[in-house]
T-cell receptor
Framework: QKEVEQNSGPLSVPEGAIASLNCTYS??????FFWYRQYSGKSPELIMS????GDKEDGRFTAQLNKASQYVSLLIRDSQPSDSATYLC??????????????FGAGTRLAVHP | KAGVTQTPRYLIKTRGQQVTLSCSPI?????VSWYQQTPGQGLQFLFE???????NKGNFPGRFSGRQFSNSRSEMNVSTLELGDSALYLC?????????????FGSGTQLSVL
């Protein structure tokens, strides 16, 4: 079992729809969770962080965390073609001493079509 | 505030050579970490430095090394380059590397080994 798992996609959604991206992780004691967006040929850009169970909203983005189920998700409302990118789920594991050792999923490619 | 700066942006080397990559963190950030990104393995943690000390290391051979200077700038070195070392090398920084801190990435150095 991989430490952080994501559906590689591509996830294709029409413009204006809600895109739902999912991630599961294996380290039960992980405390910090992040979503990064990476455009082709560019570096990852942090878009959301979440540390507590529940929902966290920032503009069109909502991150959801369920530690009991070891599940993190990202919802993108009113999806735009400019949202087309690879979305990387990252977990900061406590077991490995934390610091900035993020474990990344393989990423989900999102394609928003007009 | 300037972001994380990595130089050079592109690098072409041949097998057996060595290479040094440079990273300047965001001003005030003292934790610098390095990641390797390849199409097959995704983003993988190399090592993390804080106050000139390596605090955490990923599962890479000893050919990969790094250091951090008193001004928090960091370098990573890869000796005896192999074809499989071709990758995007990303540097990231945060204030101290504590659990709930956000990690910001530089634009990366694209290394091609021929």
């Amino acid at each position: 079992q991989k430490e952080v798992e994501q559906n590689s996609g591509p996830l294709s959604v029409p413009e204006g729809a809600i895109a739902s991206l999912n991630c599961t992780y294996s380290d039960r004691v992980s405390q910090s969770f992040f979503w990064y967006r990476q455009y082709s040929g560019k570096s990852p850009e942090l878009i959301m962080s979440i540390y507590s169970n529940g929902d966290k909203e920032d503009g069109r983005f909502t991150a959801q965390l369920n530690k009991a189920s070891q599940y993190v998700s990202l919802l993108i409302r009113d999806s735009q073609p400019s949202d087309s990118a690879t979305y990387l789920c990252a977990v900061k594991p406590r077991i490995s001493g934390g610091y900035n050792k993020l474990i990344f999923g393989a990423g989900t490619r999102l394609a928003v079509h007009p | 505030k300037a972001g994380v700066t990595q130089t050079p942006r592109y690098l072409i080397k041949t097998r057996g050579q060595q290479v040094t990559l440079s990273c300047s963190p965001i001003s005030g950030h003292r934790s610098v970490s390095w990641y390797q990104q390849t199409p097959g393995q995704g983003l993988q943690f190399l090592f993390e430095y804080f106050s000139e000390t390596q605090r955490n290391k990923g599962n890479f051979p000893g050919r990969f090394s790094g250091r951090q200077f008193s001004n928090s700038r960091s370098e990573m070195n890869v000796s005896t380059l192999e074809l499989g070392d071709s990758a995007l090398y990303l540097c990231a920084s945060s204030l101290t590397g504590a659990d709930n801190e956000k990690l910001f990435f530089g634009s990366g150095t694209q290394l091609s080994v021929l």
